[in-house]
């Protein structure tokens, strides 16, 4: 009895974790540790400042995977704890919204990675 009670109460944990993540909309990006200590130490020596600045991360990220941005988009940010959330205006009226978060070392010198994305 005790077995299947635990069983039932897994099951649910699961269904509401699975819910939670599917009901945000968010697809997060594989964050490949190795690949973001190297960009880090490139950026610590003088290289790729462009990781240094959120919205351009953002901008870059958008026009790199194909999203349509509407003309003279410009991306807004907010912060959401240590991260931040950006948006920018897509051609089709919709909002792209990208989850920002400096992996490796926190401040001005940070880099900025998109951990995920959304469109509403």
Not at 39 to 45: A, F, T
């Amino acid at each position: 009895m005790k077995r299947f009670f635990r069983s039932i109460v897994i099951l649910f944990v699961v269904v509401l974790l699975f819910v939670s993540c599917s009901s945000s909309g968010w697809t997060y990006i594989n964050l490949d540790n190795a690949k973001l200590q190297a960009i880090q130490k490139s950026v610590d020596e003088g290289h790729q400042p462009g990781y240094l600045d959120k919205e351009n991360v953002a901008y870059e990220f958008a026009s790199q995977h194909k999203f349509h941005l509407a003309d003279g988009a410009k991306v807004e940010c907010k912060e959401k704890g240590e991260d931040f959330i950006c948006s920018v205006k897509l051609k089709d009226g919709k909002t792209l919204e990208l989850w920002l978060t400096q992996p490796v070392k926190k401040g001005k010198a940070g880099i900025w990675v998109v951990k995920a994305y959304r469109e509403k």
